[in-house]
Nanobody, 115 residues
Framework: QVHLVESGGGLVQAGGSLRLSCAAS????????MGWYRQAPGKQRDLVAR???????NYAGSVKGRFTISRDNAKNTVYLRMNSLKPEDTAVYYC?????????WGQGTQVTVSS
């Protein structure tokens, strides 16, 4: 079992920055990949970025060069640093883990970027 809790969302002006955190409890060692997804109103949930246990990363094209995902295994936490935020980044951001015990989601954190 894995439990994920996100934090760090909020309201920011366009061009600003935020850092999201996702703290995992439970069987962290069983997790292979952790990622961030986002869902805007009326749209599907899409991958933003993900990182494997070995540190390999991949990003959605729309955030490449602006967002950075990182993982602190000692703290059982994954981060998403978001720079140069745009109004189109506005969404609920969800933390996701995939591993031996399956797929888990956090409750989501709202990110709103004003123009």
């Amino acid at each position: 079992q894995v439990h994920l809790v996100e934090s760090g969302g909020g309201l920011v002006q366009a061009g600003g920055s935020l850092r999201l955190s996702c703290a995992a409890s439970g069987s962290f060692a069983s997790i292979n990949t952790m990622g961030w997804y986002r869902q805007a109103p009326g749209k599907q949930r899409d991958l933003v970025a993900r990182i494997t246990s070995s540190g390999s990363t991949n990003y959605a094209g729309s955030v490449k060069g602006r967002f950075t995902i990182s993982r602190d295994n000692a703290k059982n936490t994954v981060y998403l640093r978001m720079n140069s935020l745009k109004p189109e980044d506005t969404a609920v951001y969800y933390c996701n883990s995939q591993g031996v015990y399956g797929v888990y989601w956090g409750q989501g954190t709202q990110v709103t970027v004003s123009s």
